[in-house]
């Protein structure tokens, strides 16, 4: 049994946040859950997908966060309780649906996890999700800690029954990714067959039907923020003239800093859990007598918007200060540290912490970047496109491993935006600069969003050529499957499997071919010819992940080895290849043989020779 | 100022740091130890650094600013250096001191710094300094991805934090895979013995 559903109820258990999240959902009763795999929010899903094996939950990994909302809005229109979760940018493309579902309402609870990184640990911006409570109309619930998640995100769904609205459960990835103790309770049993009853003038979102349900998410708002005042997550601590108003991760880190300053009898605190809509009354009451007001909260200053406007409206003459250049920041995400220097600045008291070491005196230390694993293929293929394409042309790339292409010494990657987008601005840089211009996509990034860029470049008839990098797996949030994926590898039946290549023919590509990357002239050939060619053109390179054929049992049979006499030291294969499985000893290139994978693309570039495979036993 | 404990732990992906913090939590719940994780491994399979924190006792916080760990636990001398803000003049370090060079210094882009030379700058920054070649102990032990569990050990000889030597062996045996067990607790001990032979 999976280890989420062993344990008695009370029984305690240290898991990661994600864990917990996953645990608090299946105590809920979830029978649906959707995503797109998106760091920090993938171990929710990797728990949830192995859970389905075992239970009645129904749970996809869909091609997109939109459409994983989508499935998730009929879900619980059909009396299910629905779980859907992706990273915060996910959001962005299911804010389509968002928005909308908000007026058609749901019939049973359906939670929407975004999973924020401040700091961008895995991400390529920052957004602030709580935004998406206040665009769309809907409850946003942030937990504090590990253990409140858990419990929290049951609430999530009593509330969104308890409202017939979407309800928005933002986590950041110290929550995500942050361990602690929990304690197990009772699972409900979930309720597994829906039924959808028909009712057009509520559900199809024509104007007249919008106009009355928008009246309605307006009422559902209203009697949210009754919630709000008299909700259990909403809640103050401690008493007198001073106060700070603290969400999520920040109100661990403030009570702690309370803590450390000996001043938790002179500071008091309100944490709404329930951030949106924000409790007024219990603003109002926090606010009375209340000198200064510290608003601690990561990311934009919407709580402290909020709070100064209550202060306004109540005519309450109370200093509240939050984003300020002396205290806190909009940038990156906070640590016990800044918030107690905010919270000793701005009150005035005593900041005796330890001082961290001098390190002024330190040398320059050699970086450790993150870089393409040792023999994988993106890097044979960037190799043989940088030797096709050269440095005239146009790079744009899209959102997985290969992104890290960019970096030195293989140096592919112009432009990258966010899912999908390297083919539209592919487009858009041919059209506008005239250059040659070569995108390049991973497959579960092509299904995500690619396909309708190149549907749209085979339309307008841009002269662009794609490199669709397939490596066979999401790889980067740790291979989960994509509409590409063979599942009977991974003991799944009842999927199917799509071809890229039938796909991109079918949209009527002009030029298309399959190459295996790890033959560097093929592919470069490949390459070659599909710039060239007039108008839209793809070059698949198929070859499985290293890391994913590993796991599968279907590793290497061969390592290779420099053969230090014929070596002469150009050192291509360091220089263009970079490959982690390299190092130098005695002014000599060597291969690590426990990192090698021997995909043979150093040997293929070895203007000597010089590397030649060894069996391994 | 309290009774939390704060323990940093650095290494390169693939060292097993995320087990040994697992491990460390595991046997603080076994204790009845309040206790806090957090780890940050974003693009750690590709190579990267891997850090986690663990806060043992009243702490509501998962993460540990600059200058505010108790110990620093590094699985290897380049990393613990990188790490070393984390220190106070009262932090004591407990290292491996057999380096794994990144990539950048492999292929000769940038010069990895003399294991003496770390080792005079992690003394000179510590309260107490343990370093030792740990991964030649995991690789005598069985295997050198025992090397966590050396470094363990180490930790648990030196009686930093709230959780003895006997629950951790408890945990190691119960919480890590049953074929690497023994070779575990083989390596743990010869990290204990180590710190115990080393002294500080």
Redesign the interface.
């Known amino acids: 049994m999976h280890k989420l559903l062993q344990g008695e109820p009370e029984s305690r258990h240290f898991l990661l946040g994600n864990e917990a999240i996953a645990r608090g959902a299946i105590e809920a009763g979830v029978a649906f859950a959707t995503t797109y795999p998106g760091t920090p929010s993938s171990e929710i899903s990797a728990n949830l997908f192995e859970i389905s094996k075992e239970t009645d939950l129904y749970f996809e990994y869909s091609s997109n966060e939109k459409i994983a909302l989508e499935l998730a809005s009929a879900s619980a229109n059909s009396g299910l309780r629905t779980l859907c979760l992706m990273k915060h940018v996910g959001v962005n493309v299911a804010a389509d649906v968002l928005m909308t579902l908000a007026y058609l309402g749901v019939k049973k609870g359906l939670v929407l996890l975004t999973a924020d990184d401040p700091f961008m640990f895995s991400s390529q911006n920052e957004q602030d999700n709580r935004y998406y409570g206040r665009l769309a109309g809907i409850p946003v619930l942030e937990p504090s800690s590990v253990d409140e998640a858990k419990e929290m995100i049951k609430y999530a769904f009593d509330l969104s029954e308890q409202l017939n609205e979407p309800v928005i459960f933002r986590t950041t990835t110290r929550v995500n990714h942050s361990s602690g103790i929990v304690e197990f309770k009772d699972i409900a049993a979930p309720q597994t067959k829906g039924e959808f009853i028909k009712d057009p003038m509520n559900y199809v979102s024509v104007p007249a039907v919008s106009r009355k349900r928008h009246k309605v998410l307006l009422d559902n708002l209203e009697k949210a923020a009754t919630i709000s005042d008299s909700c259990s997550y909403n809640f103050i601590k401690g008493k007198g003239s001073l106060g700070i108003i603290c969400n999520g991760v920040s109100y661990s880190y403030v009570c702690d800093s309370l803590k450390d300053l000996g001043i938790e009898d002179k500071v008091k605190i309100l944490r709404p859990g329930l951030s949106h809509p924000m409790p007024d009354a219990l603003i109002k009451e926090f606010l009375k007598d209340t000198e200064k007001v510290l608003v601690v909260e990561e990311g934009e200053p919407i709580m402290e918007e909020y709070v100064r406007s209550v202060a306004q409206t109540e005519k309450i003459a109370c200093e509240i200060k939050g984003k300020h250049k002396d205290l806190l920041s909009r940038l990156y995400e906070f640590n016990p540290s800044i918030v107690r220097s905010a919270v000793a600045n701005f009150f005035g008291f005593e900041n005796k912490s330890a001082k961290p070491v001098d390190t002024s005196d330190l040398p320059v230390l050699p970086n450790r970047p993150p870089n393409l694993c040792a023999g994988c293929s993106h890097r044979a293929v960037f190799y043989a496109a940088k030797k096709a394409g050269g440095a005239e042309t146009l790079y744009p790339s899209d959102i997985g491993c290969y992104t890290l292409g960019f970096l030195p010494p293989v140096g592919m990657g112009d432009f990258v935006l966010c899912m999908g987008a390297s083919i539209g601005t592919a487009c858009g840089f041919s059209k506008s600069t005239g250059k040659n211009t070569l995108a390049f996509i991973g497959d579960s990034t092509f299904f995500h969003s690619g396909i309708n860029g190149l549907l749209n470049a085979v339309f307008n008839n841009h002269d662009i050529t794609v490199v669709i990098l397939d490596n066979r797996t999401t790889a980067m949030t740790g291979h989960q499957p994509n509409p590409g994926v063979d599942m009977t590898e991974l003991g799944f039946e009842n999927y199917n499997q799509i071809d890229i290549e039938a796909v991109v023919k079918s949209l009527g590509v002009g030029y298309v071919q399959t190459v295996k990357p790890y033959n560097i002239r093929k592919t470069q050939e490949a390459i070659e010819e599909a710039m060239k060619f007039k108008g839209v053109s793809v070059v698949i390179a198929k070859e499985k992940c290293v890391l994913y054929a590993k796991q599968l049992g279907q590793g290497k049979k061969t390592v290779f080895q420099v053969n230090q006499d014929k070596c002469k030291n150009h050192r291509n294969c360091v220089n263009d290849l970079g490959c982690p499985a390299f190092y130098i000893e005695n002014d000599q290139v060597n291969i690590n043989p426990d990192m090698c994978t021997g995909c043979s693309v150093c040997a293929q570039i070895c203007p000597e020779n010089a590397i030649s495979p060894v069996k391994i036993k | ?2 009774n939390i404990t704060k323990l940093i732990i650095v290494a ?1 992906g693939g060292q097993g740091n995320l087990l040994a ?2 491990i460390l ?2 046997a ?2 076994d204790a009845g130890i ?16 891997v850090e986690s924190s663990i806060l043992f006792g009243d ?10 760990a108790d110990i620093l636990l590094g699985f290897e001398p ?2 613990s ?2 790490a ?8 004591e370090i407990i290292t491996n001191m057999r380096p794994l ?13 003399e294991t003496e ?1 770390i080792e005079k ?1 992690l003394k000179a ?2 309260k107490n300094f343990l370093g030792f070649d740990a991964t030649k102990l995991a690789i005598e032990a069985g295997t050198s991805l025992s090397l966590n569990m050396v470094l363990l050990g180490a930790l648990a000889q030196r009686n930093l934090i709230p959780i003895g030597k006997d629950l951790i062996e408890k945990t190691i045996r119960e919480k890590t895979k049953k074929q690497f067990a023994e070779t575990n607790l083989k390596a743990f001990n010869a990290g204990f013995d180590k710190a115990l032979e080393l002294g500080v």
Request: hydrophobic share 40%; with cysteine; net charge positive.
């Open positions: 100022m309290s390169v913090s697992k939590g595991e603080a719940l309040q206790v806090q994780m957090s780890e940050i491994h974003g693009m750690a399979q590709r190579g990267g650094v702490a509501k916080s998962s993460i540990i600013a600059d200058g505010e380049l990393e250096l990188r070393v803000a984390k220190c106070n003049k009262n932090t060079q990144p990539f950048t210094s492999a292929i000769g882009l940038a010069k990895y710094p030379e700058l920054k510590s």
